[in-house]
C-alpha cells in the first residue's frame, strides 16, 4: 500500500519466495552500491538521469559487480532516493538505506515462470506463497525485499484515482483506548480495539529482556535464542494492532460507501507528545502502542482507493462541547456518560465525540443535516 503520484495511486501484492544465498549476496551487493549511489548523487548535485548514468553506470558494473539491467535500476533508485531527501523540508542527514531491497524491472531484471522468481544473473528463488491477484500485475516493476528472516517480491501498479462521489451524510470516526465508535447522529456502532492484547505481547518482551539484560547474569545463557524470542514479541504486539489497524478502517469505509456517506476523523497530529505526559505507565504505554495514526492512516488510503469522501477536522473540544447547543456546560453524571447543563442533552463520551466530529465534517464538507435528524432515503453512491 502507497499513495502514488497525483492523481494515482499506486497498489501492491506480495509474494514470499525462498531466500537463496545468491539472492542474499545479490541483495548486500545492491545496498552498498545504493548508498554509494544516493551519497555521489548529492555530493555531485546531479537531478536528471542522463547525468546520473554517466556518473554512475560503469562505477556500478565494474566496482559492484552488478549486472548491466540491475545498475540501471540501482542508480534509478538512487536518484529516487536523493530527491526524496532533497524535497523534505525537514531533512536531515543524508539518507542511508539499512533495509535490504532491490528494485527489479520486467522482462529485463525479474521473470516469473513455472512457480519460480528468476532474477537477471540465474537466480531462482521458489514462490511459497501465490497471490491470486497476479494476472492484474503481470509486466509491473517489482521490488524484492529481505526482512525478518523472509524474503517477499511486491508487485506494484499505478491506477487512476476514482473520483469522489457527493455524500449525503457523514460516518464520524471517535478513536479511544477500548474502542472505536462510529456513526452518524442515528447510527452507532462500536469496535472494540487489541490494545490489551498488544501491550500482553509487548509486556512479555520487555520482561525477557530486563531479565537477560542483569549485568551478573552469566554471559553464556545469554543467546541468540532470546534476542530473537524478545523480537519475536515486540513484533507480534505491532503485527496485531497493524492487522486490527487495517481491518477496522476497511470496515468503515465500506460501511461509508455503502450508504453513499463520508467519513471523517480527527486530526492526531501531535498526539504522541501529550501522550508522553501521562503518569501511568501502563496506561501511558497501551496509549502509545495503539497508534492512533495508525488507524488514520488506513482510513484515509481505503477512503482514496474507494473514491470514499473525506473530511479530517480539528480534535480540539469534541468531547467537551455539547453537538446540540454547543456549550462548554458538559458534566459528567456517570462513569464516561456527559450531560448538558444548558440543553439537557446526555449521551456517552464516545457518541459525543462522534456527534461533534460529523458536525464539524458536515461545515467542512458543506453538506446540509437533515432537519429534526431524521434520514433521508438511502441510496447507493453515484
Known amino acids: 500500500m502507497a499513495s502514488g503520484d497525483e492523481g494515482l495511486l499506486t ?11 545468491g539472492a542474499m549476496e545479490l541483495l548486500r551487493r545492491y545496498n552498498t552500491a545504493l548508498n554509494y549511489a544516493i551519497n555521489k548523487i548529492l ?19 565494474e566496482w559492484f559487480n552488478l549486472p548491466p539491467r540491475t545498475a540501471i535500476d540501482c542508480y534509478r533508485d538512487a536518484l529516487a532516493n536523493a530527491n526524496a531527501w532533497r524535497n523534505n523540508p525537514r531533512r536531515g542527514r543524508r539518507p542511508r538505506v539499512r533495509k535490504l531491497s532491490m528494485l527489479l524491472h520486467p522482462g529485463q531484471s525479474y521473470w516469473i515462470r513455472d512457480g519460480y522468481v528468476e532474477i537477471i544473473g540465474g537466480i531462482r528463488l521458489k514462490i511459497m506463497g501465490w497471490d491470486r491477484r497476479y494476472d492484474d500485475y503481470k509486466n509491473r516493476e517489482a521490488r524484492l525485499v529481505y526482512r525478518d528472516g523472509k524474503m517477499i517480491l511486491w508487485i506494484s501498479k499505478k491506477v487512476p484515482k476514482p473520483e469522489p462521489y457527493q455524500p449525503r451524510d457523514v460516518i464520524a470516526v471517535d478513536i479511544n483506548e477500548r474502542k472505536i465508535v462510529y456513526g452518524d447522529h442515528v447510527i452507532n456502532k462500536e469496535r472494540d480495539t487489541e490494545v490489551d492484547r498488544a501491550h500482553r505481547w509487548k509486556k512479555l518482551a520487555e520482561d525477557l529482556q530486563k531479565r537477560y539484560s542483569f549485568t551478573r547474569y552469566p554471559a553464556w545463557r545469554r543467546r541468540r535464542g532470546i534476542l530473537n524470542r ?10 496485531i494492532l497493524e492487522d486490527w489497524a487495517r481491518k477496522s478502517a476497511l470496515e468503515i469505509v465500506r460501511f461509508a460507501k455503502k450508504l453513499g456517506y463520508a467519513v471523517a476523523r480527527e486530526d492526531l497530529t501531535g498526539l504522541i507528545n501529550s501522550l508522553r505526559k501521562i503518569k501511568n505507565k501502563d496506561h501511558r504505554t497501551k496509549l502509545i502502542i495503539m497508534g492512533y495514526k495508525r488507524l488514520g492512516k488506513w482510513i484515509d488510503w481505503n477512503a482514496k482507493k474507494q473514491g470514499v469522501p473525506l473530511a479530517i477536522v480539528k480534535p480540539n473540544g469534541t468531547s467537551s462541547r455539547c453537538p446540540k447547543c454547543d456549550s462548554k456546560g458538559l458534566k459528567e ?15 456517552d463520551r464516545d457518541v459525543v465525540g462522534k456527534l461533534n466530529i460529523r458536525k464539524r465534517a458536515l461545515k467542512k464538507l458543506k453538506i446540509k443535516a ?6 433521508a432515503p438511502r441510496l447507493p453512491p453515484r
Open 11 to 21: 497498489l501492491s501484492i506480495g509474494m514470499r519466495v525462498s531466500p537463496e544465498p
Open 43 to 61: 555530493r555531485l548535485n546531479l537531478k536528471k538521469i542522463g547525468e546520473v548514468h554517466n556518473a554512475l553506470y560503469r562505477e556500478l558494473r
Open 230 to 239: 524478545i523480537r519475536s514479541y515486540h513484533r507480534k504486539a505491532r503485527n
Open 333 to 347: 453524571v456517570s462513569y464516561r456518560r456527559l450531560r448538558c447543563s444548558r440543553c439537557g442533552f446526555e449521551a
Open 370 to 375: 437533515n432537519p429534526g435528524g431524521v434520514l
